[in-house]
């Protein structure tokens, strides 16, 4: 459409919010910060045995370009970092049903979906499974940047051929 870079998202960057708070890593933490019927949670956390040196850490949220914004970690799991893309390509092929590709991507697919299907109902945030969380909060973190409202309105002034 022209423009001169990519979307800018401004979203919980998880890694830093967590970064160097315990000696090992957290049990399970998603970045959240979508609203859900009033409510905002951002970095849920749980650490096990271990007691971070700072409980309460405020969200680290800042500005991503949409090809890091969508790399960047949705969910760590015992160390494992679970990026945006991975949580919607797992919501779309398990909850919406998206199939493509070739049996070997399949195969490598369903091996993809049984390693993060752990996670989908062992944290519950506001009554709504986890990763249903995130995906709501990627979802009106990409619809809420004023670069998707400049996009959309781009588009909508478009003269076509």
């Given at each position: 459409?022209?423009?001169?870079?990519?979307?800018r998202?401004?979203?919980?960057?998880?890694?830093?919010?967590?970064?160097?708070?315990?000696?090992?890593?957290?049990?399970?933490?998603l970045?959240?910060?979508?609203?859900?019927?009033?409510?905002?949670?951002?970095?849920?956390?749980?650490?096990?045995?271990?007691?971070?040196?700072?409980?309460?850490?405020s969200?680290?949220?800042?500005?991503?370009?949409?090809?890091?914004?969508?790399?960047?970690?949705?969910?760590?799991?015992?160390?494992d970092?679970?990026?945006?893309?991975?949580?919607i390509?797992?919501?779309?092929?398990?909850?919406?049903?998206?199939?493509?590709?070739?049996?070997?991507?399949r195969?490598?697919?369903?091996?993809?979906?049984?390693?993060?299907?752990?996670?989908?109902?062992?944290?519950?945030?506001?009554?709504?499974?986890?990763?249903?969380?995130?995906?709501?909060?990627?979802?009106?973190?990409?619809?809420?940047?004023?670069?998707?409202?400049?996009l959309?309105?781009?588009?909508?002034?478009r003269?076509v051929p």
């Open positions: 459409m022209g423009f001169a870079r990519e979307p998202i401004t979203a919980i960057d998880l890694q830093a919010t967590i970064a160097g708070r315990a000696e090992v890593p957290p049990v399970v933490a970045a959240g910060g979508g609203l859900y019927k009033g409510w905002r949670c951002a970095c849920a956390v749980v650490w096990k045995n271990t007691k971070p040196e700072e409980p309460n850490p969200p680290v949220e800042r500005p991503f370009g949409l090809s890091e914004y969508v790399a960047s970690a949705s969910a760590i799991v015992e160390g970092i679970i990026s945006r893309r991975a949580v390509r797992y919501m779309s092929n398990v909850r919406g049903g998206v199939h493509l590709g070739t049996a070997k991507s195969r490598q697919e369903k091996a993809f979906t049984s390693r993060i299907a752990a996670l989908e109902s062992a944290v519950n945030i506001l009554t709504v499974h986890g990763l249903l969380y995130e995906l709501v909060s990627i979802g009106q973190a990409v619809a809420q940047a004023p670069d998707s409202t400049l959309i309105e781009t588009f909508r002034h003269k």
